[in-house]
Each structure stands twice: as structure tokens, then as C-alpha cells.
């Protein structure tokens, strides 16, 4: 059995670990690897309290470490250097055969700790320097983001294996890293989600969520899941919403996420009735139900440069859960659920989407799609799927 330390940093509102890797990781000890982790992290004790219980159950070992907010950036990046000791400690401790540093602070604390006897594997986790350019107002030609940007190459360097999400975060680290990393050293790994957690619900539990929700089993149902922020662009489920009601005017849209108080501001810009979107904060083991209970789901992404190494772990819950999609399919690969017509691309425009909705997802049609959407999921968004892609990234070494 070999051990792999995940280091990971982490803000209160992200729950990325206890719901996307700690599954994995969990699922991977059948495959020969015991993980656990370091997450450097800011907020109040009590928000840790969910990854406490996930690992603890899941008999992953766990190290929380405070990042210093003061001074900004240079304060996270005092602490991602500092951070080195307290990773080389919590390696020693757990005996740990590989490191595996996620995104670009555990990256440098990696890299300040300089001679590693263990192999290491670096999690891209997309292109967070430029993202920071693209929704944060980075200047492109800063020092900050060309600090980040050196970051992010030498950590593919000195990385044995690097994994990315899609072929295009890949292509772009390569030729960033330069011809020094050969193609194999970056692996893609898919963001699959449980299958036995996010599922399809029997029709009593559908009719139960919608009767707390207010929603009559009859009345069309547009479902969105997430973070708030301008690149998951919320004024567009509005606008489909809009559409919808043109000839449903009895349509609603309902709101999931763990910042409700963001909405409105999301949302300042575009017309809309709170009779009409429901905005609730459900816990995460309950997420599935809902988004079960829903005829559409909702997948808007802004399509910049950074977007191009996004996988949506929202695309995956959606079609486990028997959910069809309309949404961004440039990002992330979605070919098979478009090619499947679960996946509407948000190309075709609001009014054919709410046809779609209208003339298919609410007649008699909706049961054999559903299910389609589900079969979709299974295929290439399960979990299984992804323990399979990160023990062949974590073989190679």
C-alpha cells in the first residue's frame, strides 16, 4: 500500500475535498493507495468540521494549517513557503510515499521545500493564474501573475506526473513547462461523482421535494448547482427561465449553492421575480434529491482562455441523477452527452431550449432521456471512471 499526501488550500465556502476527492481517495485503497491530507485553510474552526467527520470516517489522516490573510497575496504566499515545513512534517509523520500538491500555492510550498526524496504528482486543478486575470482583475503583464505563471511551470517540471482535466489544460501546461516535460508526464483525470449518492429518486420523493419547494409535479422545473460568480454566468438560467415562461408562465427555477447572499447581487443586473427562483443552502448529502426532483439543469460557463481547462463537476451530479443538461459544451469534455442528446449546448439559444424542455422533457418522452442521462453519467462521469483515471496517473510512478 503505497501513502500519497494530497496538500490542498482551501477557503470556508469550497467543499471540494470532502465532496469530490475524498470519495476518490477513498475508493483508490482498493487500488493500492492510502491518502491522506494537508489542506491549508482559512475560516472559522467550526466550517472544518464536515472534512473532519468525511475523513475521519473515511480513515483518510488529516492536518489543518491556517493561511495568514493579512498582506493579501503576500500573505498567502509567506504562508504557502512557510508551509513547506509543515508538509515535509506531516509527510514524515504519515509515512507518506508520494506528494501530491494541488494547484498553485501547495506547489510552491513544494517547491520551496526544494529536495524531496518522495515522487511527486502535481493537480493542475485547471489554470488558476489565469483565471485570476480573467475574474479577479489581475494585470496580465504583473508581477503577481507572472510569479503564478512560473509557478505553474516549474511545479510541472519537477512534477513526475502532472494531471490535468481536459486535453486542452494539457496541451497548454506542455507547452508551457517546455520540451523538457514529454507528453506522457500529463495525465487527464475525469471529476466522476458516486453514482450510489447521486442517482434518480423515486417518483413519491420527486413529488415530496417539489411539495417543499411549492412546485407541482406538473409545473417545469430548471434546476442550477454551484458556486456564484461571473463565470458561471446565474443571469443566464434567469434568461432560459424567461424563455420557459413565455409559454409556462407557472416555470420555475431553482437556485442550490453555499452563498444564497450572493444571489442578488449575481443577479442585480437582470429582471426576475423571487416568486419564481428559489434560492436554497441544502446539505451536501441532500444536493442529489433536488437535483433529481428537476426536468433541466443549467451549465453556463464564460468561455475565456482559463475556461478551457475547466471539467464542471456539476455536468457529472446532473446526469447521474437522471437530469438533462443545456449548458456551455466547450467546456469540459461533453461530446457524449451532447452526441446522446442529454446535452444541449447553449449555442442553439434560450427559445430552442425551452422547446426542448417544453416538447420533450415534459411529455412522455422525459423517462427514456432521463434515463439516457443517466447511462451518460455512468459511462464517463462515475466515480469509477475517475479512480481508474487517477490510479493509472498514479501507477506511472
Given at each position: 500500500?503505497?501513502?500519497?499526501?494530497?496538500?490542498?488550500?482551501?477557503?470556508?465556502?469550497?467543499?471540494?475535498?470532502?465532496?469530490?476527492?475524498?470519495?476518490?481517495?477513498?475508493?483508490?485503497?482498493?487500488?493500492?493507495?492510502?491518502?491522506?491530507?494537508?489542506?491549508?485553510?482559512?475560516?472559522?474552526?467550526?466550517?472544518?468540521?464536515?472534512?473532519?467527520?468525511?475523513?475521519?470516517?473515511?480513515?483518510?489522516?488529516?492536518?489543518?494549517?491556517?493561511?495568514?490573510?493579512?498582506?493579501?497575496?503576500?500573505?498567502?504566499?509567506?504562508?504557502?513557503?512557510?508551509?513547506?515545513?509543515?508538509?515535509?512534517?506531516?509527510?514524515?509523520?504519515?509515512?507518506s510515499d508520494v506528494i501530491m500538491p494541488r494547484s498553485l500555492m501547495p506547489a510552491l510550498a513544494i517547491l520551496a521545500g526544494r529536495r524531496w526524496t518522495q515522487p511527486i504528482i502535481f493537480d493542475a486543478d485547471g489554470l488558476p493564474a489565469d483565471e485570476r486575470v480573467e475574474f479577479a482583475g489581475v494585470d496580465a503583464n504583473g508581477a503577481p501573475y507572472r510569479l503564478l505563471r512560473e509557478i505553474e511551470a516549474s511545479m510541472v517540471r519537477k512534477a513526475d506526473i502532472t494531471i490535468a482535466r481536459t486535453d486542452a489544460a494539457r496541451d497548454i501546461l506542455l507547452a508551457r513547462a517546455g520540451p523538457v516535460v514529454s507528453p506522457a508526464r500529463v495525465r487527464i483525470v475525469t471529476n466522476g461523482r458516486d453514482a450510489t449518492l447521486f442517482a434518480p429518486i423515486p417518483q413519491a420523493?420527486?413529488?415530496?421535494?417539489?411539495?417543499?419547494?411549492?412546485?407541482?409535479?406538473?409545473?417545469?422545473?430548471?434546476?442550477?448547482?454551484?458556486?456564484?460568480?461571473?463565470?458561471?454566468?446565474?443571469?443566464?438560467?434567469?434568461?432560459?427561465?424567461?424563455?420557459?415562461?413565455?409559454?409556462?408562465?407557472?416555470?420555475?427555477?431553482?437556485?442550490?449553492?453555499?452563498?444564497?447572499?450572493?444571489?442578488?447581487?449575481?443577479?442585480?443586473?437582470?429582471?426576475?421575480?423571487?416568486?419564481?427562483?428559489?434560492?436554497?443552502?441544502?446539505?451536501?448529502?441532500?444536493?442529489?434529491?433536488?437535483?433529481?426532483?428537476?426536468?433541466?439543469?443549467?451549465?453556463?460557463?464564460?468561455?475565456?482562455?482559463?475556461?478551457?481547462?475547466?471539467?464542471?463537476?456539476?455536468?457529472?451530479?446532473?446526469?447521474?441523477?437522471?437530469?438533462?443538461?443545456?449548458?456551455?459544451?466547450?467546456?469540459?469534455?461533453?461530446?457524449?452527452?451532447?452526441?446522446?442528446?442529454?446535452?444541449?449546448?447553449?449555442?442553439?439559444?434560450?427559445?430552442?431550449?425551452?422547446?426542448?424542455?417544453?416538447?420533450?422533457?415534459?411529455?412522455?418522452?422525459?423517462?427514456?432521456?432521463?434515463?439516457?442521462?443517466?447511462?451518460?453519467?455512468?459511462?464517463?462521469?462515475?466515480?469509477?471512471?475517475?479512480?481508474?483515471?487517477?490510479?493509472?496517473?498514479?501507477?506511472?510512478?
Amino acid at each position: 500500500m503505497k501513502r500519497v499526501l494530497f496538500v490542498t488550500w482551501d477557503g470556508p465556502q469550497v467543499s471540494y475535498v470532502e465532496g469530490l476527492f475524498v470519495p476518490i481517495f477513498k475508493a483508490l485503497g482498493g487500488r493500492g493507495f492510502h491518502f491522506d491530507i494537508v489542506q491549508f485553510r482559512w475560516g472559522s474552526d467550526d466550517t472544518a468540521e464536515p472534512l473532519k467527520r468525511v475523513c475521519a470516517d473515511a480513515g483518510i489522516g488529516l492536518r489543518l494549517h491556517n493561511v495568514l490573510r493579512r498582506g493579501g497575496s503576500m500573505g498567502a504566499m509567506a504562508t504557502a513557503v512557510v508551509g513547506a515545513r509543515a508538509v515535509r512534517s506531516a509527510a514524515a509523520a504519515f509515512g507518506s510515499d508520494v506528494i501530491m500538491p494541488r494547484s498553485l500555492m501547495p506547489a510552491l510550498a513544494i517547491l520551496a521545500g526544494r529536495r524531496w526524496t518522495q515522487p511527486i504528482i502535481f493537480d493542475a486543478d485547471g489554470l488558476p493564474a489565469d483565471e485570476r486575470v480573467e475574474f479577479a482583475g489581475v494585470d496580465a503583464n504583473g508581477a503577481p501573475y507572472r510569479l503564478l505563471r512560473e509557478i505553474e511551470a516549474s511545479m510541472v517540471r519537477k512534477a513526475d506526473i502532472t494531471i490535468a482535466r481536459t486535453d486542452a489544460a494539457r496541451d497548454i501546461l506542455l507547452a508551457r513547462a517546455g520540451p523538457v516535460v514529454s507528453p506522457a508526464r500529463v495525465r487527464i483525470v475525469t471529476n466522476g461523482r458516486d453514482a450510489t449518492l447521486f442517482a434518480p429518486i423515486p417518483q413519491a420523493e420527486r413529488v415530496r421535494i417539489r411539495t417543499e419547494l411549492g412546485v407541482a409535479t406538473d409545473t417545469p422545473l430548471i434546476v442550477y448547482a454551484g458556486s456564484v460568480g461571473p463565470q458561471y454566468r446565474l443571469e443566464e438560467s434567469v434568461g432560459l427561465l424567461a424563455a420557459v415562461r413565455r409559454k409556462r408562465p407557472d416555470a420555475k427555477l431553482l437556485i442550490l449553492t453555499g452563498s444564497p447572499d450572493l444571489v442578488p447581487d449575481a443577479l442585480a443586473a437582470v429582471p426576475y421575480s423571487p416568486h419564481h427562483v428559489i434560492v436554497r443552502r441544502v446539505p451536501p448529502d441532500a444536493v442529489s434529491a433536488y437535483l433529481a426532483s428537476a426536468d433541466l439543469a443549467t451549465a453556463y460557463r464564460n468561455t475565456g482562455f482559463s475556461m478551457r481547462a475547466v471539467a464542471p463537476v456539476k455536468v457529472a451530479e446532473y446526469l447521474l441523477c437522471g437530469t438533462p443538461v443545456v449548458g456551455t459544451a466547450a467546456i469540459g469534455d461533453v461530446r457524449s452527452a451532447v452526441a446522446a442528446g442529454v446535452f444541449m449546448d447553449e449555442s442553439a439559444g434560450h427559445d430552442a431550449a425551452a422547446e426542448w424542455l417544453e416538447e420533450r422533457l415534459m411529455t412522455a418522452d422525459a423517462e427514456d432521456i432521463r434515463r439516457y442521462a443517466r447511462e451518460i453519467g455512468l459511462a464517463h462521469f462515475s466515480l469509477d471512471r475517475a479512480v481508474g483515471d487517477y490510479a493509472t496517473a498514479l501507477e506511472a510512478i
